[in-house]
């Protein structure tokens, strides 16, 4: 072997030896494109979603001329409603008297009614229904008239129908409401008219705050239809109240 021959071995890579810097400088070059190429992905992603939110959407409501306080109202305003239907609903089977029956069902079918008017408001603009409106409403079309199948504390449209927090705008607890449910005869009768005055006070608050800083035309219509019915008919339970003997029956007052 000659001494050319001897360098040329001792000096020739061995095998498996790293890749030419060449090499890697192309591996490492196309491995930060592809990681590039990944985080602008996802940047996109996440700057399509920032526009949706903060761009998109107040211009789809500003298209269609509403914002979210109307959107808000119509939320609540189901809730509402849709207790004052569950609240009718316990009359048949607990109250004897043929006056109060009658207003139940006034009261029930009218707030089904007005569950109704909000929820298309809702729908037309793609915004979900609240369940418990759903719920009303499934229990109005069974009939506020007849007694319904309970297991005690009242008939239920489905397994939320008194899922509500209570102390809101007039709304019950599930304690309140079962406590009402629970009684009979005129015990039950004085317990739901007043439950019903109370309760529908406190959806005057809603109702008024839409009139006067709502923005979709339709929306403040409903509020406004909402809130002239509520003065009418928190007017006739308190009057039967007082009939029966509930409160405000000795002081003339209707209160």
């Known amino acids: 072997m000659t001494p050319q021959d001897s360098t040329t071995e001792e000096t020739a890579p061995p095998s498996g030896h790293a890749p030419e810097p060449e090499a890697s400088a192309y591996g490492l070059g196309r491995r930060l494109r592809i990681m590039g190429a990944v985080l602008a992905g996802g940047l996109a992603v996440v700057l399509a979603l920032l526009l949706w939110l903060g761009v998109l959407v107040p211009a789809k409501q500003e298209a269609a001329g509403y914002s979210d306080a109307d959107a808000a109202y119509a939320a609540v305003a189901i809730e509402h409603n849709a207790q004052a239907v569950q609240l009718t609903a316990l009359a048949p089977g607990r109250s004897t008297d043929d006056e109060v029956l009658a207003l139940a069902v006034e009261v029930g079918e009218a707030s089904a009614g007005r569950v ?6 809702l729908e037309a603009r793609d915004i979900p229904v609240p369940v418990a409106g759903q719920e009303a409403l499934a229990l109005a079309e069974d009939g506020l008239t007849t007694e319904l199948p309970d297991d005690g504390s009242g008939p239920r449209a489905g397994a939320t129908a008194h899922s ?8 019950l607890t599930d304690a309140q ?28 608050q809603p109702a008024d705050e839409e009139i006067s800083g709502g923005k979709d035309a339709e929306a403040k219509a409903l509020a406004q239809a909402e809130a002239d019915a509520i003065r009418v ?23």
């Open 233 to 255: 008919e928190v007017e006739d339970v308190r009057d039967l109240l007082a009939s029966i003997g509930g409160p405000g029956s000795n002081d003339g007052s209707g209160s």
């Open 116 to 121: 109704g008017e909000l929820a298309s408001w």
């Open 164 to 171: 509500h927090e209570g102390g809101n705008h007039g709304m």
């Open 177 to 204: 409401v079962n406590g009402i449910a629970a009684l009979h005869a005129r015990d039950f009768d004085i317990a739901l008219l007043a439950a019903l005055v109370e309760h529908h006070y406190g959806g005057l």
